[in-house]
């Protein structure tokens, strides 16, 4: 069973992972304009989501830290 959320972003993951037939995905995107770092995951059962989460939170810490003050 899929798994859903009506957050946007996570909506915005789950169409990334339908049009990439993946089983989990990641998205991290910037807003320069309101200078903040986003991102959202999704997997299409609720094991997977909770692994998606973990990756996802490891990718915006990372990125975070990439970033620096250039947001």
């Known amino acids: ?6 957050i ?3 909506a915005l993951a789950r169409d ?3 049009k990439a037939d993946a089983d989990m995905c ?3 995107y910037i ?3 309101k200078n903040t770092l986003g991102c959202a995951s999704f997997g299409t059962t609720r094991p997977l989501c909770a692994k998606a989460k973990k990756l996802a939170d490891h990718c915006y810490e990372s990125a975070m830290k990439w970033c620096g003050n250039d947001l």
Do not use: F, R
């Open 31 to 33: 807003n320069l304009k």
């Open 8 to 10: 946007p972003e996570v």
């Open 16 to 18: 990334a992972a339908k």
């Open 1 to 6: 069973m899929m798994a859903w959320s009506p």
């Open 26 to 28: 990641v998205v991290l």
